[in-house]
């Protein structure tokens, strides 16, 4: 059974920082990994997708990469500003069409 | 449309009482699924539509759950005799993937169902 890890649950950092969010998931068998971004009350913005050929995917001050062997995916988001507060979310998508979430982690950017 | 739409966004019952929550996926979106989200927890899968065949409902959690999706576009996920656990927030997701596992999925803002 696919378990999703996100490693810290939540992180404060000053505005400015570059920072690292991790994902762990137990299963390489995966089609996809995607990275959302959840603001409070809000539905889930897609921020990045990596198909399981790719090692990275980049988006402005976001970079994602993956690493299936490890079962690993890391979303590094530079120079941090009090906007990026937030919570990601990284989920795996395997054969079987669903999304398999982590819980999260929840950062805020201080001023 | 130009986003996934739901409705409502908010939504209070008494205990015992049912609710349906509705979905308007992307325009022309053939896979639709259906999240639940408890607070503070990632979102969690209930069931999967590609058009209108309803191919995997193993994430509802009781026979009080049902989902439909009738000509293939808006979705509706029926919760009959709420009780208290169903507090949570429903989330719609589509894709243009027909592929099961392939596709970018795009969510909604969800609903949000409190039960007193």
Redesign the interface.
């Known amino acids: 059974k696919q378990e ?1 890890t996100q490693i810290p649950a939540a992180l404060s950092v000053p505005e400015g920082e570059n920072l690292v969010l991790n994902c762990s998931f137990t299963d390489s068998a995966i ?2 990994l ?1 990275w ?1 971004r959840q603001d409070p ?6 921020l990045l ?1 990596i198909q399981s050929s790719q090692r990275e995917q980049t988006s402005g001050r976001l970079n994602a990469s993956l690493d299936k062997s490890s079962g690993r995916s890391t979303l590094y988001i530079a120079a941090s500003q009090p906007g990026d507060s937030a919570t990601y ?1 990284c ?1 795996v ?12 982690t929840t950062l805020q950017v201080k001023p | 449309g130009a986003g996934v739409s739901q409705s409502p966004r908010y939504k209070v019952a008494k205990r015992g009482q049912d609710v349906a929550l509705r979905c308007d996926p992307i325009s022309g979106h053939v896979s639709l699924f259906w999240y639940q989200q408890a607070l503070g927890q990632g979102p969690e899968f209930l069931t999967y539509f590609q058009n209108e065949a309803q191919l995997d409902k193993s994430g509802l959690p009781s026979d009080r759950f049902f989902a439909e999706r009738p000509e293939g576009s808006v979705s509706t996920l029926k919760i009959q005799r709420t009780q208290q656990e169903d507090s949570a927030v429903y989330l719609c997701a589509s894709s243009s993937s027909a592929r099961p596992g392939t596709g970018e999925l795009f969510f909604g803002e969800g609903s949000r169902l409190t039960v007193l």
């Open positions: 999703v089609y996809n995607q959302f009350g809000k539905g889930l913005t897609s997708l979310l989920a998508n395997s054969n079987t069409g669903k999304l398999i979430f982590g819980q999260g």
